[in-house]
């Protein structure tokens, strides 16, 4: 596994360099189809960046690829695990829109990568996977897999000083090409393997379950094991009744299939294949169990199962605790001489009341972050009535853009902030409130000398406000001078003129070349007012946000995602993408008003934390949705009777 690994490592600075040069290729060759002048300006940026910055990019791309191999074969030697104390704020990611595009990205790429290259990475699959010793057939036995390669180009990707627009350019241009460059290396990858006399996993190929099909003995219908039960003939016939082989017979069937299942460890198999004796026993004695699928021995057979998967004990170190729970359980049912369905009853019990108990202390440990997310709801909700506020206050001010935009964008964000942390009546919060009227009234032209003189002496108590409330919110340094700056200019202008209804004092020659700079320096001002705007945050824009990557996202759709948001309560289970795989989650924790959610899955960190329209994002591109899973028993009765069909 090492000369493999070392192998596919050389070879990353060779991909990484295949994949530029068949990029800058593919976007030439592009140049004659660009039908509009923004795909053409964005052609021309990308072609540029690359250009000027071809080697160093290359570069990058190699060492991203490097570590990502590295860290991939890494977590099957030392997987992480979950932090045992307290969730800290720090600890927990909020995946916001930019994040969830990035992730986006990642999963069309991941999908071109997997068209491209399907037989050549299945057999490098089946091949690694012999390295490794598997007996099941793992995608993530595969460290060089397309998740990999993936997660490496977003990264270098987002390196690239270009536009959003720009960048996804890049982005799709390069997918299509590193697509076609990774067959080459996974199919060369095989030949090298097998002529090291490395021989591809054999593996029994799962039960084919077509989408939108019911299976044919479907466990929620009445009588469903009994029906299939008169379809057996016994294997070891018995001098009993016909009824009783028949019904060892099937569980007979039905535990070996479980026992066969490729997505249970092996130390889940070997619990539930404990209970085998005991649930033949219950059998005997009650007919329920073979007439209704809910019964309770076969739903704590599903539930160990399902909470198992959800939480592998290779990865996460609750499935270690979870399994040390379950083992005295099922031994206790095991040894029962009259197991009876109360007896599984109290069972499953037990087994639901440890995972609310785990979910609890999850959510206990994350009361820090729990917190910090329900105050930025709170102050999402505020924020549109500050603004309301602030913008009516300046309705008939004489404002610079950059100091409008300001006040109507950061400032309102220190409104809010301060309103949900100390409450609307606390004197700090009245004083930043009353911040606006009293910087509207420094900035008027004053009526007197003692006018003039009150302005200068109030000036550094509202100047050290405003620097109070900018450090607050972490604006950006460049962002604080440059509303420092134009306030500091304006004022200049405001106290060196007349006051108003007096007479002008002479200017001097070099009163008069100052206020030549600081109009020319205005000007300006006013020029940059809309760049500078481009790199404040979502939360600062005074309108409504703009649809992401300048997608026009079809209404129907939309709605459709947000009526599945609607539905999402606490502990359902769903399928996400996230940091370029998929993965099972529960979700924890939502915020009252539904604007951010909170999910706990077996991924590295464990807990993941998102805000509405990053959750919606995933889900209009297919990347969120509710897991429904078969149940282990489902897949058992779907494998006997696929048995019964090659018979």
């Not at 479907?218 to 070891?236: E, F, K, Y």
């Not at 009245?430 to 002496?457: F, I, K, M, N, Y």
């Not at 979700?587 to 899955?601: I, K, P, Q």
């Not at 993941?608 to 591109?621: D, G, N, V, Y």
């Amino acid at each position: 596994m090492k000369k493999h690994l070392d192998a596919m490592l050389a070879g990353g600075p060779l991909v990484a360099q295949q994949v530029i040069d068949a990029t800058v290729q593919r976007l030439r060759d592009s140049g004659a189809t660009m039908a509009l002048a923004a795909d053409r300006q964005q052609l021309f940026e990308v072609l540029e960046a690359l250009q000027i910055h071809q080697l160093a990019l290359i570069t990058a791309f190699g060492r991203d690829i490097k570590a990502e191999i590295e860290s991939a074969s890494q977590m099957q030697v030392n997987p992480v695990r979950l932090p045992a104390g307290p969730l800290r704020l720090e600890d927990l990611t909020l995946m916001d829109e930019d994040q969830a595009e990035k992730d986006i990205e990642i999963s069309r790429t991941i999908q071109l990568i997997d068209l491209k290259a399907e037989w050549e990475l299945r057999e490098l699959q089946a091949l690694t996977a012999t390295l490794l010793g598997e007996t099941v057939l793992r995608l993530e036995a595969n460290p060089c897999r397309p998740m990999v390669y993936a997660r490496a180009l977003s990264r270098t990707a987002h390196g690239i000083k270009v536009s959003k627009a720009s960048r996804g350019m890049f982005l799709r241009t390069a997918g299509f090409a590193m697509a076609d460059v990774l067959r080459d290396v996974y199919g060369d990858a095989c030949r090298r393997l097998k002529g090291w006399g490395v021989q591809p996993l054999e593996f029994r190929s799962a039960p084919i379950v077509r989408a939108g099909t019911a299976p044919e003995v479907d466990l929620t219908q009445p009588d469903a094991l009994l029906n299939l039960r008169d379809r057996l003939q016994p294997r070891h016939p018995s001098s009993g009744g016909a009824a009783q082989p028949q019904t060892v017979e099937l569980l007979s069937r039905l535990f070996e299939q479980i026992l066969a299942d490729p997505r249970l460890e092996d130390a889940v198999k070997d619990v539930i294949g404990r209970l085998q004796a005991s649930v033949v026993r219950v059998a005997l004695t009650d007919p329920t169990l073979m007439s209704s699928h809910e019964h309770p021995a076969w739903s704590l057979i599903n539930q160990i199962a399902a909470h198992a998967s959800d939480h592998p004990q290779f990865s996460d170190s609750r499935g270690s605790a979870f399994m040390a729970f379950v083992e005295p359980l099922v031994d206790r049912l095991a040894v029962d001489d009259a197991p009876s369905a109360a007896l599984y009853e109290g069972a499953l019990s037990d087994v639901q009341a440890f995972i609310d108990r785990e979910d609890d202390a999850q959510l206990q440990h994350s009361q820090v972050a729990v917190k910090a997310l329900a105050e930025a709801e709170q102050r999402q909700t505020l924020m549109p009535l500050l603004r309301q506020q602030v913008m009516h206050q300046l309705q008939s001010a004489e404002l610079s853009e950059t100091l409008r935009r300001f006040l109507t964008g950061p400032w309102v964000d220190v409104l809010a902030r301060t309103m949900v942390s100390q409450g609307t009546d606390n004197p700090h919060s009245q004083s930043l409130v009353g911040t606006v009227d009293e910087l509207l009234w420094s900035l008027e032209r004053p009526a007197s000398e003692l006018d003039r003189d009150e302005v200068r002496q109030r000036l550094p108590s509202l100047i050290e406000r405003l620097k109070l409330g900018m450090e607050m919110i972490g604006l950006p340094q460049a962002e604080r001078d440059h509303v420092l700056d134009d306030l500091m200019r304006t004022h200049t202008r405001r106290l060196r003129s007349a006051p108003a209804g007096g007479e002008a004092q002479p200017a001097t020659p070099q009163d008069l070349v100052q206020q030549m700079r600081d109009e020319v320096l205005a000007d300006g001002d006013e020029q940059a007012s809309d760049s500078w705007a481009q790199d404040t945050s979502v939360g600062a824009l005074p309108t409504v946000p703009m649809a992401l990557g300048g997608v026009d996202e079809d209404s129907r759709v939309k709605v459709a995602a947000q009526r599945w948001l609607q539905t999402l309560t606490k502990g359902v289970r769903c399928k996400l993408f996230l940091q370029g795989q998929w993965v099972t989650a529960h979700l924890l924790w939502r915020s009252d008003n539904g604007e951010f959610f909170m999910f706990t899955s077996a991924l590295a960190g464990g807990m993941h934390s998102m805000t509405r329209r990053a959750l919606e994002r995933l889900r209009i591109e297919g990347l969120a949705t509710t897991f429904v899973e078969l149940s282990l028993m489902q897949r058992a009765v779907d494998s006997v009777l696929q048995d019964l069909d090659e018979a």
